[in-house]
């Protein structure tokens, strides 16, 4: 077998097979197939696809390609959430307390990436004290005994798709279903819970920009899920304008900690809402959508949702007080503040926008060596489809001093505006199963 006739063989759009897939990663995760090579094939992936059955194998030769995370020790159900991302996702940090309090198990081991804002990495990290890496033993206990624990990735998962994702990156061949869909699915697969919920975020400020491209990429996703006996099930949700009204580690933390006192954004509120009573059900911890409202609302108001959360933190060396004293977090020195220059209804957020004017903050980072600033951000103070008066505060900048005039002029330009009544966004768009 030689991986040019394989590179030949997708370039004319034939079906690769189960062997010729592992030739090609077993190879160049040894070494053996150069970089050359297997760029050549993922060019030629992007221009034909993969199909179902290329999908699923090129899954699995990933996930088998390091270790795996075995949760059969862990009494219980342990059920994951992925989101593809977008500017104010701090959902799993709402999700997985109210999630744990209903009788779940969440085991979540995270990366940080690249981004306009920090990972769910940095936004523990913004909590004094909180400790991201703890041994694998501490982990299980963790997870066993308060139902939740959220640390940084120490095992060797899916090293062949770290290469390829690296090679993907500055070859321009990201942007393929059948690879993003391979990705994302080792390291779900390799993380071991019974159950995946897949957040597949939609528009400006997401990877996906149209619906049906997020659709085709779910569908991709929840069938190699399925195939490899997970229940997984993805739900496609609006990244047309900032999630919530918090862009920015600290601010984030906080604005969760709100939503699970009661008092979070509307649309925040909603989405995490809605994520937990689909895992509720897909669990088969709810029989109904209305058993599972009630079972959210029930650990809500009675405080063990946020007493997870605290206990989390508690756990994972951080200071629980912050629940009840913000003071205890790092704070920006100046606020700024942008106002709508016209009345009107807010037409579009720029959100990509929005997200780059935090990352230039401070919030984010442009290469892995960038250190982020917990306490700098944006709050987004309104939504599309809403009417604001000329002087009325759009957006409140906080800030160390970094970049200042260029984030205030990116947040203010982010903001479009019309005369005629806008249609205000749905938060969940279709539920893929």
Same mark, same amino acid.
């Given at each position: 077998?030689?991986?040019?006739?394989? +590179?030949?063989?997708?370039?004319?759009?034939?079906?690769?097979?189960?062997?010729? @897939?592992?030739?090609?990663?077993?190879?160049?995760?040894?070494?053996?197939?150069?970089?050359?090579?297997?760029?050549?094939?993922?060019?030629?992936?992007?221009?034909?696809?993969?199909?179902?059955?290329?999908?699923?194998?090129?899954?699995?030769?990933?996930?088998?390609?390091?270790?795996?995370?075995?949760?059969?020790?862990?009494?219980?159900?342990?059920?994951?959430?992925?989101?593809?991302?977008?500017?104010?996702?701090?959902?799993?940090?709402?999700?997985?307390?109210? @999630?744990?309090?209903? =009788?779940?198990? @969440?085991?979540?081991?995270?990366?940080?990436?690249?981004?306009?804002?920090?990972?769910?990495? &940095?936004?523990?990290?913004? +909590?004094?004290?909180?400790?991201?890496? @703890?041994?694998?033993?501490?982990?299980?206990?963790?997870?066993?005994?308060?139902?939740?624990?959220?640390?940084?990735?120490?095992?060797?998962?899916?090293?062949?798709?770290?290469?390829?994702?690296?090679?993907?990156?500055?070859?321009?061949?990201?942007?393929?279903?059948?690879?993003?869909?391979?990705?994302?699915?080792?390291?779900?697969?390799?993380?071991?819970?019974?159950?995946?919920?897949?957040?597949?975020?939609? =528009?400006?400020?997401?990877?996906?920009?149209?619906?049906?491209?997020?659709?085709?990429?779910?569908?991709?996703?929840?069938?190699?899920?399925?195939?490899?006996?997970?229940?997984?099930?993805?739900?496609?949700?609006?990244?047309?304008?900032?999630?919530?009204?918090?862009?920015?580690?600290?601010?984030?933390?906080?604005?969760?900690?709100?939503?699970?006192?009661?008092?979070?954004?509307? &649309?925040?509120?909603?989405?995490?809402?809605?994520?937990?009573?689909?895992?509720?059900?897909?669990?088969?911890?709810?029989?109904?959508?209305?058993?599972?409202?009630?079972?959210?609302?029930?650990?809500?108001?009675?405080?063990?949702?946020?007493?997870?959360?605290?206990?989390?933190?508690?756990?994972?060396? =951080?200071?629980?007080?912050?629940?009840?004293?913000?003071?205890?977090?790092?704070?920006?020195?100046? +606020?700024?503040?942008?106002?709508?220059?016209?009345?009107?209804?807010?037409?579009?957020?720029?959100?990509?926008?929005?997200?780059?004017?935090?990352?230039?903050?401070?919030?984010?980072?442009?290469?892995?060596?960038?250190?982020?600033?917990?306490?700098?951000?944006?709050?987004?103070?309104?939504?599309?489809?809403?009417?604001?008066?000329?002087?009325?505060?759009?957006?409140?900048?906080?800030?160390?001093?970094?970049?200042?005039?260029?984030?205030?002029?990116?947040?203010?330009?982010?903001?479009?505006?019309?005369?005629?009544?806008?249609?205000?966004?749905?938060?969940?768009?279709?539920?893929?199963?």
């Amino acid at each position: 077998m030689r991986a040019v006739d394989i +590179i030949i063989k997708k370039r004319q759009g034939l079906e690769l097979t189960k062997e010729e @897939i592992h030739f090609i990663i077993d190879g160049y995760v040894k070494g053996e197939i150069p970089d050359y090579q297997v760029s050549a094939l993922l060019m030629a992936i992007c221009f034909q696809g993969l199909n179902a059955k290329e999908q699923i194998n090129l899954t699995m030769e990933m996930l088998h390609s390091g270790e795996k995370i075995d949760l059969s020790s862990i009494q219980g159900v342990c059920v994951d959430k992925h989101s593809t991302g977008g500017v104010g996702d701090k959902t799993t940090l709402v999700i997985a307390p109210i @999630i744990a309090a209903c =009788g779940l198990k @969440i085991a979540k081991m995270s990366g940080r990436g690249l981004g306009h804002t920090g990972g769910t990495l &940095d936004k523990l990290e913004s +909590i004094p004290g909180f400790q991201i890496a @703890i041994s694998p033993e501490n982990f299980f206990k963790q997870v066993q005994e308060i139902g939740i624990a959220v640390v940084g990735q120490t095992a060797n998962i899916t090293p062949a798709d770290k290469k390829l994702y690296a090679l993907r990156d500055v070859t321009g061949t990201v942007d393929s279903v059948g690879l993003i869909a391979g990705s994302i699915m080792s390291k779900k697969l390799a993380s071991g819970a019974h159950s995946i919920l897949l957040d597949v975020k939609v =528009g400006d400020g997401a990877f996906m920009q149209t619906l049906e491209e997020a659709q085709v990429l779910a569908k991709a996703m929840v069938n190699i899920g399925n195939s490899c006996g997970r229940t997984t099930v993805a739900m496609l949700t609006d990244m047309d304008q900032p999630l919530g009204e918090a862009v920015g580690n600290s601010l984030e933390v906080i604005e969760v900690i709100e939503t699970l006192k009661g008092r979070g954004p509307v &649309d925040f509120t909603t989405l995490c809402h809605e994520i937990c009573i689909e895992m509720l059900l897909m669990t088969n911890f709810a029989k109904d959508e209305l058993e599972a409202k009630q079972r959210i609302a029930m650990v809500l108001q009675d405080g063990s949702a946020i007493e997870k959360l605290r206990q989390m933190i508690l756990y994972q060396g =951080g200071n629980p007080e912050v629940i009840n004293d913000y003071q205890l977090f790092a704070q920006a020195k100046n +606020i700024m503040t942008v106002k709508s220059e016209t009345s009107g209804y807010i037409k579009k957020i720029h959100t990509h926008s929005i997200g780059d004017a935090a990352m230039l903050l401070g919030a984010g980072r442009k290469t892995k060596e960038d250190i982020i600033d917990p306490s700098v951000g944006i709050k987004v103070l309104t939504k599309v489809g809403n009417f604001v008066n000329k002087g009325d505060i759009l957006a409140q900048i906080y800030t160390n001093g970094k970049e200042e005039a260029n984030a205030l002029r990116m947040t203010q330009q982010a903001f479009e505006m019309t005369k005629e009544v806008v249609q205000k966004n749905q938060i969940v768009l279709d539920i893929i199963k």
